[in-house]
């Protein structure tokens, strides 16, 4: 996701920074997701990805924050399928989080590009003031 934003020059005017929090635990070390949570609920849930984003804000001290956590595959992990992924926005002005479910099918490099590019398609969405068009759903 960094990645992607930084491709752009100009981005360091308004990109502050990334986490990769691949391992569980850096989820709750890095970005403060709770605990418990994790050890309840796992890596790969939506209210996971709400604390990611939330955590990502205060971290960086951003306006806007974004988070994925999912399995991108080749096969299911954390009792989850192979495309499921949970994309998640704040926006601290107004303390707004918005997560989304999605199941992106194709392979792991797929999926992962159709992350990246939905959450950045949300993202906008969110600044002009549009968001409810982005609702949970299965994408082929």
């Given at each position: 996701m960094c990645a992607t934003l930084v491709d752009t020059p100009g981005a360091s005017t308004c990109v502050r920074g990334g986490a990769c929090t691949?391992?569980?635990d850096t989820k709750n070390s890095v970005l403060g997701v709770d605990a418990g949570h994790l050890r309840t609920a796992g890596p790969v849930d939506p209210d996971t990805a709400t604390?990611?984003?939330?955590?990502a804000c205060r971290l960086y001290d951003a306006d806007y924050a974004v988070a994925t956590t999912g399995v991108a595959g080749p096969g299911p992990a954390d009792g989850h399928e192979a495309g499921t992924v949970f994309l998640s926005v704040?926006?601290?002005?107004?303390?707004?989080?918005?997560?989304?479910?999605?199941?992106?099918?194709?392979?792991r490099s797929h999926v992962r590009r159709?992350?990246?590019?939905q959450?950045?398609?949300?993202?906008?969405a969110i600044m002009k003031g549009e968001a409810q068009a982005y609702e949970s759903r299965r994408v082929r």
């Open positions: 691949y391992a569980t604390m990611m984003a939330r955590g704040y926006r601290r002005a107004d303390d707004l989080s918005r997560t989304y479910h999605y199941h992106f099918s194709g392979d159709c992350a990246v590019s959450i950045l398609t949300i993202v906008l």
